[in-house]
């Protein structure tokens, strides 16, 4: 009986035409990186669950794939059963992001990397969300962070190092979307929420693309929190739209926010356009950025023709310390390659040869595997077919998979000088 | 608190020297195969649990990771406890082999496929295995299959581009150890094993290697099968010992098997020397492969200084149908990437321009960031590093992360021009 051929839910299979792509943009991501400094890791794809569920992965924790232990003697599923506790019977997870395994990785290797650790990751994640297009349960991070520097410095080097990326995988014009976590803080202080009601505003004011100004003044009027502080957003908002934040610097940062901003935050974060061109810089008050463990600037490329980001990240200086029991700086950015691979042009990238050899039925194998032998030590990738009815179709087929020249083989051909190529 | 910070149990973290070596490896592979015609392909990691543990993976879905259903109503809890059953709270498994994953592919991408599809899959897989030596929980596959060619070119292709990927990787001298199931099952027929006792003889037969065949034999009397075929396999034991299987081809098959094995199915096999080079072929009567899927011809890769072979893999005609309604036929060679990456050369191949710039605390980043904007324009990889009091170490530790030369930054140095690279 034919079983059930799909992939699980959400989950995708690679033709070899998608696969090409993928790898060839992973290609382009890990020696552009590599070029700035950076070096590759890897981590197992499973994490003890303690460690997923440690509160540092924020929604993400809840949307985790738990697997089951090895051995569950009765006892201990009645007990779970007991608790209506099915995690219980679960010992590892499979990771949802590639912050929290690089942390648990930095904290176990520090002793063997340089002092200042500049990490790429470019692997798969799991999330159990509900499946959508372009949302799956199973894609591809691509990581940059740089872990042990405290200045500066590491914003301008992952920043500059995204942006140039970006350029090499043909997507210029892209530009980076700019707030501090500590301007945030300081903004709702000065508007007067109390210091409990900020992680609540914070997830309402993240909505501001999607439920507009209205939309967060009457959530956050529904949560109850501090009416006067939201009469102070709410006319917030009606002037900061009609403000310029560009070019970027001090002025126009001091201008987006409220009186009251201490102004040496302002200062730091504006001093960014001194190291990189103020142009792809835009100051955006609004930027909440959905991770807890944020503690200083935080940022998203934004494309003019997207409506949506192609990644984000920030500092997040604390989290380090939770594995290795004493601060680090750290600073990352991950780029969104599932969305980058589908806007990458889809064009078939032969390699400079690839010959298809049409054979019928009863060449022999010795005189096929002769030929190719002879084309591949030539330098030339060789695909074996064997000629149907349909050779058109056939041949259509071959240049859709990036092969550029056919030849027949006939029972006198044996070596390279019989073949006569045609292109595809 | 600081938490445990080693990966799971039986998982490896590859820092930037090991990861690096990786990634050179599998390029190679990945290169090598398509050149060969090959085309990669990629599935998701899970697989529906029905599928994963459908018998045809062998003692392998023994093995494997299963994962916890998202939400588990408190009553299914309760069943499962009833029943002692804590798999069947689970949804799916991580797969342990690329061979069932792709089965399920195959089915069900037919239509989009060549008419002989060469696919490569290069992926890790997961076996929740008593950690020792060598064996990790999570490794990486590279496999080839060669799907819907019936004849034994698909064998004669798998086995060139194998041993030619071998030699790219600097595996110089591989032999293939060969053998098909079908000769085996008229072996044991010979004999006079009952047809019922074939898999256990063949569990049996398959630790030769381990226990002798004096070990063999006494398993065997142990396990009670028929006695006579016992001591015809035991005599047959004895004359083997002292024949040469070479030149591999008919007549050293046919000295090597008991009399009365079908000749058909000798030439069959034999018939592989007119298109493979012999000196590489070994002909070995006892070579099982553990799994119960192989119908044909079955191989493993030796190496002259190894005790353990490098890959393996056979013909296995009736799995895919088993996801198809209808038979196809298949063919596959898997090498075992984890110990080949153990056996290269760790030679450090470090970009043609690998540059590390040393710089002071009061270095200001726009001069920084400058230099290294300029230096990667120029194809130069570039890392900034503070110096520290130990300038020595710094620099030992750049070369030995294949860093070829570093330079000084003082508060002077703005241009190229005002750097003196020095060699690590």
Redesign the interface.
Known sequence: ????????RG??????TE??A??RALGII?RSY????F??????????I??LH?GLGGDNEKLS??????A?P?SE??R??AN?D??S??D?G?RFDLTVPLA??Y???RG?????F?AIQIA?V?R?ERPQKGRYR?FVQCDIDIIGEP???AE??II?ATL?TLDELGLEGCTIRINDRRLLTAMLNVFGFAEAEHPQVLITVDKLDKIGAEGVVAELRDRAVTPDAVDALDAFFHRVTTLEFNPFGVRAITKALPHGVDPAIIDELA?LA???DPAVLVFDPFLVRGMGYYTGTIFEIAHPDLSFSLGGGGRYDGMIG????QDVAACGFSIGFERIVDLLQSEQVG?PDALLLLHDPDA???Q??GL??QL?AAG???????R?KNTQA?LT??AA?GFTTFAFVTPTTHALADLTPKPL
Do not use: Y
Request: charged share 25%; net charge neutral.
């Open positions: 009986m034919a079983q059930t051929i799909t992939p699980p989950m995708r299979d690679f033709l070899p696969k090409a993928r790898e890990r590599t070029a700035h400094g070096d590759e890791i890897e981590t197992p794809v499973m994490e003890d303690e460690r440690s794939f738990s697997v089951l232990k090895r569950i009765a599923l009645e779970a059963a209506d099915a995690q019977l679960a590892l499979l648990r990785f904290a176990s290797h063997e990397l340089p002092s200042v500049r798969p799991w159990a199973q200045s500066q410095l301008a080097e500059t140039a001093a001194d190291v990189i939770r594995f290795l029991g390699l022999s194998p010795a096929l595997l190719k032998t591949i030339t990738r060789v695909r074996l077919e064997r149907t056939q087929r071959a998979a």
